[in-house]
């Protein structure tokens, strides 16, 4: 047999997913924020988190 294809594994899969709810307001925020940053929403939101981890 020949070598699979597909994409190589990662050594820290992204293998979990998280559902929430927010205000309109809320997403049109995120959605302009991302497209201001050239980023994607879940980019955003994974910063946040890192900013909050470096606070005090």
Avoid: C, H, Y
Avoid at 12 to 40: C, G, H, S, Y
Avoid at 44 to 49: A, L
């Amino acid at each position: 047999m020949g070598k699979t294809l597909g994409r190589p594994k990662s050594d820290n899969p992204k293998n979990k997913q998280l559902k929430i709810k927010m205000t309109e307001q809320d997403f049109n925020n995120l959605e302009e924020l991302a497209k201001k940053k050239n980023m994607t929403k879940t980019d955003i939101v994974m910063r946040g988190i890192e900013l909050v981890k470096s606070e005090p």
